[in-house]
C-alpha cells in the first residue's frame, strides 16, 4: 500500500526529505523557482512544506496546499507534519522509499533494495538514532494532543 499524501519541500528543508521518504511518503526535493514549485505542487497533488513565508502566501492564493514550517529540528517537524495532515509516525518496511531517488523499496530479509538507483539499506547501527527521533516526534505529537507521553 502506498502512502497517500505527496510532498513537495523547498531547499531549506533537505533534511526534511529523507525522513518522509523514510516513512513511505513520495517527497519531492525542490531547489528550483519559488513559481514554478507551486506550479508543480498543483500539477502533481503535492503539499508544499516550507521556511519561505512568500511561497506561503503564493501557494494559499493559489489553493496549493502548505506548511510554514517554524522549526527545523526533524522531531519537532515531523510532529507539526503530522498534526496538519494526519502522516503516520510509524516505519513500515513494506512501504518505505529510498532515502537519496524517493522511489519505492523493495524489501527481502530485513533489507531494502532501490531498483532505480541501485543502493541497499538495511537495519544498522544507525537505527537506534532513526528510532529515537521517530519516538521523539510521537511523544510531541502526542503532547499537543493532550495525551502523556
Known sequence: MIREKKFLLDSMLGSLVTWLR????DTEYWKGEDRKMVEVAKKDCRIILT???????????????????????????LATIAETFGISLEFDGRKTRCPLCNTSLRSSDSRWFCEECGKEYWIGSH???????????????????????
Open 22 to 25: 523514510i516513512l513511505g511518503y
Open 51 to 77: 521556511k519561505d513565508r512568500e511561497v506561503v502566501r503564493f501557494a494559499e492564493r493559489n489553493g496549493i496546499p502548505v506548511l510554514d514550517l517554524t522549526s527545523l529540528e526533524i522531531p519537532e517537524a
Open 127 to 149: 537505527w537506534a538514532d532513526i528510532s529515537r527521533k521517530l519516538s521523539e516526534a510521537k511523544r510531541i505529537l502526542l503532547e499537543r494532543k493532550g495525551g502523556q507521553p
